[in-house]
């Protein structure tokens, strides 16, 4: 039995150091793009990949020079592979090296546009991938779609704050869409999210629209436009010019997928008996879909410099309704102590306010005013700041009022608003005196060498220099002790901290990876989930095991990556079934029920299952 165990060692033995000594095919390094397509429309999304070959991993990339293209990044991957060979008799190892890095990118303007070539460092040398071009062409709304953009004002001064409305007029069932607002990058306006309200109408639903790198929460709903019906889907902005003149807002698009036709399959429904699904799924017939590119309309917008007459030295840049409060506490202090005032700003623009200049109405030879002022936190339409400050005369009898300077756009004139004035009362302050700290009589006063905090010991009489010198060294020595031992332990502490921060940072995209499984079980255990809760949530775990965003996720972008790592058709089918069902379920006005969504749940978990056991 121990021969046998033994020779099996020796075989394994053997063949491993044959594998490590066979010969190598290694390749050179080279780089290259590759996209999906070389012909779009502007806003149509496009996958892109910077395939590193020759080597296991590369430095990312600049693309900031791409600047026709909005490039989002989604994250990379290994290729490398090993195989070994038998050619006549002579044993050859191959090694492939590779790494990929994803992208999707979104051209901006029409036109033949050039992705120049991108340096790429890879062990410290520079490689170059050579020019790529796509013919890209302006979108065109269709019957079914429209996307229009709405201004609350078609005229504005500079620093006024306007609404900027987008809806999109959805007229057949969509997926996988996303919004781009070119805007965003301009220049000339700052454009901050606006949280919209339920209005007087039908209540509407939220849901979660991409628009660009982030993720809006929009207003689900239905409206009418040229004399048609239909479901929209509208999110708005707060649009603040920079600078005079008269504009165009840019167009924005939202690219979407909608089926165009069918053909003919053989695979079963798995969802027959669910509602309306038969239709959608039905036996013998496989949707096809097409990629739509929808273009905003582009309204005008004349924007009126700010008066330079009566315009004060202290103006604050904002533009609008504003108002300002103050609160103080205590009041009732003595010299030097410390008073928390509080500033309140209220308005539009609330979130770019800054904290009046506290030296121009705190006199200096009344109050204490540290150097670094309070950044102040915005919440629910206003910006609060707390500063300390502290009085010193006692004949100070209140905090003086501050003043806000702003622009009221409707009156076409400088405005300030003041906070009033706060009452306080002011104590002179006390000396503590030492009897006043033990509250007994003060001991009597020695000699003046026996006062001396270092003196000649011999000199000393009385019971009172009697002191155990042991027990004070041994207290001593401990206390020694601890002094010692507390630099080496914050010296280790301070490492093991900076170890785990850089481990954190090493690659916190293969960990998430890692725990993709586990995060969607933690999503599907809630109790009350909906179909877009689910689908979302099927979308983060395909976003982490594949690195990739998962804001704008469709079938298309994850079915050549899924194909890479090994995944079978048949997983492949169940997930694009599982996708089309989600989104159809959303958008396509069907009614929930529970047992519905248990099912969606079996099923995501089944899907999930199939592909960890691939891409782990």
Known sequence: MKSKKISLILFLTFCVCLFLTLPVNAADVSVQ?????????????????????????????????????????RGGQSTSSTQVTNINGNWERI???????????????????VIPPIPVTVEGKTYKTRPVTIQVHKPRETEDFKLRTFLSSNTCFVGEPIIMTTTWFVGKDVTNFEFQLPVLADSRFDLLPLKMEQGSGPPQD?????????????????????????????????????EPGTFTIPQSTVACQTVSGYRKSRRRNPFSGFGGFDD??????????????????EPPLNVIPLPEKNKPSNFSGLV?????????????????????????????????????????????????????????????????????????????????????????????????????????????????????????????AKTKLEEAEKGLAFNYEGKDVLINQKNALSANGSWFLYVLFIP???????????????YRQKDPAGRRAQKAL???????????????????????????????????????????????????????????????????????????????????????????????????
């Open 33 to 73: 793009i590759v996209v999906t397509q070389r012909e779009a429309s502007v806003g149509e999304p496009l996958s892109m990949q910077l395939q590193v070959n020759g080597a296991n991993s590369a430095d990312e990339p600049d693309l900031s020079h791409l600047d026709s293209f909005h490039v989002q990044p």
């Open 320 to 444: 609008g309704d504003y108002s300002i409060s103050s609160t103080a506490d205590p009041v009732d202090v003595a010299i030097g102590d410390p008073i928390t005032l509080t500033v309140t700003i209220k308005g539009p623009l609330a979130a770019k306010a800054e904290l009046p200049g506290l030296a121009d109405f705190l006199p200096e030879s009344s109050f204490k005013i540290p150097e670094e002022i309070s950044p102040g936190e915005v919440q629910q339409g206003q910006k609060t700041f707390t500063q300390t400050i502290r009085i010193k005369n006692e004949n100070i009898h209140e905090i003086p009022s501050l003043q806000l300077v702003y622009f009221d756009p409707n009156k076409k004139e400088y405005k300030s608003a003041k906070t009033e004035a706060i009452p306080v009362s002011v104590a002179a302050a006390r000396v503590v005196t030492a009897q006043d700290a033990v509250g007994a009589a003060a001991s009597p």
């Open 518 to 616: 586990e995060t969607l079980e933690r999503s599907l255990a809630g109790p009350s989930l909906s179909a877009e809760a689910i689908s979302a949530a099927l979308k983060e775990y395909l976003g982490a095991k594949l690195q990739i965003n998962p804001g704008a996720l469709t079938f298309q972008d994850v079915a050549p990556l899924l194909q890479d790592r090994g995944v079978d058709q048949q997983p492949l089918t169940e997930l694009q079934q599982l996708l089309e069902l989600f989104e159809t379920w959303q958008y396509g006005g069907q009614h929930k029920e529970d047992s519905n969504l248990q099912t969606f749940k079996e099923q995501t978990r089944e899907i999930a299952g199939k592909l960890e056991a691939c891409l782990s």
């Open 206 to 242: 939220e849901i979660k629209v991409p628009v660009g790198d982030d993720v809006l929460i929009a207003m689900k709903g239905t409206g009418e436009l040229g004399g048609k019906e239909f479901l929209t889907v509208t999110f708005q902005h707060l649009l603040v010019p920079r």
């Open 280 to 297: 959608f799924f039905g036996s013998g017939r496989e949707a096809l879909y097409r990629t739509l590119v929808i273009p905003s309309s």
């Open 488 to 502: 080496p332990m914050l010296f280790f502490l301070l490492a093991a901290f900076s170890w785990y921060a850089k």
């Open 95 to 113: 090694t492939n090296l590779g790494y990929i890095f994803n992208y999707t990118i979104t051209p901006m303007k029409p036109g033949e546009l």
